[in-house]
């Protein structure tokens, strides 16, 4: 896992240690030093942690013009343990509602496994945000079929195109909007 890098050719675009505006605003990365890790696997020491033992992040994109941040995960999403989405919530979308942020692209194909809690944080999520949506983006099939098991699929959209999206062919740009398009289709 420490090979798996978040996304970088974006950086041109945005970089969120460099946004005063972001939850990471002034974070300094090693290269070198591997701190973080999923279990006993180290991670590549560019994915932020949030406060979960089990699941990372990086904020690709944040268009406050727009209201949308894409955000890349690896790890093991686990509600049910290490109440991950309390921690997501609290830590990173909170901060990113309040700078008006209402359309969410979480990119998963790095997420292992999801283990569910209760769905009051995804619920509390999704009404805070108005006109706004979160959406999945290749997660991998069975993590999407746990979220559908338990109904989080009212509180985000996933499936079809979004499970197989090839997202590093597009400028953060042009993926918003590829993503915005499919998700206003679905939604009319």
């Known amino acids: 896992m420490h090979y798996v890098e978040p996304y970088f050719n974006w950086r041109a675009y ?15 990365y090693s290269e070198f030093e591997f701190t973080n890790k999923v279990y006993n696997f180290l991670l590549h020491p560019q994915w932020d942690n949030f406060g979960s033992p089990t699941l990372f992040l990086k904020i690709l994109y944040v ?31 909170d901060p990113l509602i309040e700078l008006e942020i209402n359309k969410f692209i979480l990119i998963g194909e790095n997420v292992l496994n999801f283990h569910y809690s ?20 290749n ?22 195109e979004l499970d197989e999206l090839d997202w590093r062919t597009y400028t953060p740009i042009q993926f918003c909007n590829k993503i915005s398009d499919i998700i206003n289709h679905r939604l009319n």
């Open 14 to 28: 945005y970089i969120a240690n460099e946004d005063s505006l972001s939850p990471f605003f002034a974070r300094e």
């Open 118 to 137: 209760d769905e009051c944080y995804y619920e509390e999520w999704f009404e805070e945000i108005n006109d706004g949506w979160i959406s999945m983006v």
């Open 63 to 93: 268009d406050y013009s727009e209201n949308i941040a894409v955000i890349e995960f690896i790890g093991e999403w686990n509600d049910a343990i290490e109440n991950d989405i309390m921690n997501l919530k609290k830590e990173i979308i």
């Open 139 to 160: 997660f991998h099939k069975h993590v999407v079929d746990e979220f559908k098991n338990i109904n989080l699929d009212q509180f985000i959209i996933s499936g079809g």
